[in-house]
């Protein structure tokens, strides 16, 4: 027995290949069939979002003047952004654990990264370059939690870090490649295994010197022994 009734459902009613209307029997969401976006959620991410604008356009020109020359970024995102630069600059005076900045930083930028990608450089004109400096330090340790493909490669070689929000304990991409290494090193050497650490360049240079001078002193000794 039928759940419900087809003669219910509305016709699909959209545009075919020949003009006409489909006659397929739509959804009780959307009213669409599965061929014309039944089956569809919508976009969930905000760029998602900010695709489905662009799919209707009837003039490209007039659309990229908008988004080139007139710069028509909506009020509510712009609002959002400031609200956000605003929620850093309070984090860096209240917040002194570096480590939990650079995690309320990227709870801050996943809501609004992408606001603040539209609007980051207007505000530097408002606030001054030290805006940008704040502002682009919360998104580049956010691109390193989530991996972003941009900056995966901090993974595998040092980053000078940024002046604020950088996390000393590593990012989540860090972490994760820690663990697979680790996870290989036992299957390869076993649970004791610890390879021996070699040193830093710094490093090797202070020795370098250290036996240089303790040389020149050894030197000075046998002389004085002789005379």
Partial sequence: MAKFNLANLPKCGAKTRTGTPCQRYGNKINGRCKLHGGHSTGPK?????????????????SWFCDNQFYMK????????????????????????????QARQACSIIEENRVELEMTKYYITQCHGPDALIVIQAALDQYYKDSDSQHLHFHIYTPIYPAPCFHNYLGSEAEHQLFKKTLVKSIKKQGIGYCPKAKPSPLMKELKKRSKGQKTSAKGAGLTAVDR
């Fill in 45 to 61: 991410t905000k760029e998602g979002k900010l695709a489905v604008r662009v799919n209707a356009l009837l003039s490209y020109l």
């Fill in 73 to 100: 970024i909506k009020l509510s995102d712009a609002e959002k952004a400031l609200d956000a630069y605003l929620q850093l600059i309070d984090l860096l005076e209240l917040e002194r654990d570096p480590n939990e």
